[in-house]
């Protein structure tokens, strides 16, 4: 299965942009993303985060020990997303 995950807010908490790089890593989010790669899924991760930010989220992926495919950036900015295959996160406890 090809799963896309959001990385502020899902994975990391919420940070300005130029503190984006201390962010701490969401409770139980590297342990989920590492089950859901040894179960066989490919994870790309989408962030909105411009392409001037991809080496420095690509290096706190590695430090945090999230696994991913694909690295994927500038997801459009909105305010309503209407998608058939949402998910509305809250926490990776509920999701597990």
Known sequence: MRIVI?????ICEERPTFERALARPKRGAS???????NQGHFVILYTARGW???????QWLI???IPFDVLLMGKPIYDLWIDD???KFTSWEKIG
């Open 63 to 65: 430090r945090n020990d």
């Open 6 to 10: 959001d990385i502020d807010g899902t």
């Open 52 to 58: 001037a930010e991809y080496e420095m989220t690509r």
């Open 85 to 87: 295959r949402a998910l």
């Open 31 to 37: 342990k989920f993303i590492n089950h859901l790669k």
